[in-house]
């Protein structure tokens, strides 16, 4: 491997005239600058970034905390942070989360002990407090979680989408619509939870809920045990697409027919909502441009000295009607 000696012997000059090239600090004369930069093209010479950190403050790395590897949602979601990042000449460090808040913390402190230059944290599940506290150590933006006291942020309006859900099962007559809820401690379920339990009251039906954990196994075994229990209803609403295609599975292995008997809506719009059978109606949000945004607010924040206040970014929420909702009206 080159090393910055290397660089310096093919240069004629000292290790320390070197450093003061790579880091742009300290004079260097223009044409033993040019000596030092010919020598690395020559070499191939790649300096450290973290190296280069312990001197500029500034790694050109950021941190990707995100809540669950697995999900789609949130896999579309970095990779929407990761172009965007390249395109600017940013490395990722991706952190999974497991929906824990604890981890979550750690993993927050973790990156800023490794001086990358800021963190995008998706679908946080801490306290704002604890979120301010790691934001004064390293600049921040959280996706997928509406707080009005952290304006440094992109979301989608949860509360929003959850209406329009209900709403369409009910245009469609569905009356016994039941909420698969998200995990209580994650704020963007309890929005989907709140925007259910409003439209179900606004039309004058009492709104009832089941606690899953945003995974497909969670929609797969609730779905399946109210069945079993001789359970009827006409809709779900389901706080993710995972636990709606779970819900989609167990109604059919349980002989529901869906969306006959059972019409199902999801929130996410990932791929496979529109692959699996029958075809999942959903909310769409934009899990690409919202990563791609969350990234270049971060690099604002980074870059613009002059930037103390953002409006958090907002993007709307949209109703894709597939086949596990299609009913005659």
């Not at 010479?45 to 949130?74: E, H, K, M, W």
């Not at 009251?201 to 797969?220: Q, T, V």
């Not at 002059?306 to 958090?312: A, C, G, H, S």
Request: aromatic content about 8%.
């Amino acid at each position: 491997m080159v090393t910055i000696k290397d660089v310096a012997k093919r240069a004629g000059v000292a290790v320390s005239t070197v450093s003061r090239v790579i880091n742009r600090s300290g004079y260097v004369g223009e044409e033993t600058r040019r000596k030092v930069q010919s020598a690395m093209r020559e070499l191939n010479f790649q300096p450290n970034r973290i190296a280069r950190g312990l001197v500029s403050r500034q790694t050109s790395t950021i941190g990707l905390l995100i809540p669950d590897v697995a999900n789609p949602f949130f896999a579309e979601l970095a990779r929407g942070v990761e172009d965007a990042a390249i395109a600017r000449g940013y490395s990722v460090l991706l952190c999974n989360s497991d929906w824990n808040a604890v981890r979550e913390q750690m993993y927050m402190h973790l990156l800023h002990g490794r001086w990358v230059d800021g963190i995008v944290v998706v679908g946080s599940r801490s306290e704002v407090v604890a979120i301010r506290e790691a934001a004064d150590e390293t600049p921040m933006v959280l996706v997928d979680r509406r707080s009005s006291d952290f304006e440094w942020a992109v979301w989608t309006d949860n509360h929003l989408g959850a209406v329009m859900a209900v709403r369409h099962l009910l245009e469609i007559g569905c009356r016994d619509i039941i909420h698969l809820a998200g995990p209580a401690d994650s704020p963007s379920a309890q929005e989907r939870r709140r925007g259910y339990e409003d439209a179900m009251r606004a039309a004058g039906f009492a709104p009832i809920s089941l606690e899953g954990d945003f995974r497909y196994a969670s929609g797969f075994s609730l779905i399946s045990e109210l069945i079993a229990a001789g359970r009827t209803l006409d809709a779900i609403f389901a706080g993710n697409d995972l636990m709606a295609i779970g819900a989609i599975q167990a109604a059919t292995r349980m002989g529901v027919d869906v969306p006959r008997d059972l019409a199902i809506v999801g929130y996410d719009n990932i791929p496979s909502a529109h692959y699996v059978s029958p075809s999942l109606t959903t909310i769409e949000q934009p899990a690409y441009e919202m990563g791609k945004t969350s990234f270049e607010l971060l690099y604002e924040l980074l870059t613009n000295e002059e930037l103390d206040y953002q409006q958090p970014i907002k993007f709307e929420p949209k109703l894709i009607v597939r086949e596990s909702s299609h009913r005659p009206i």
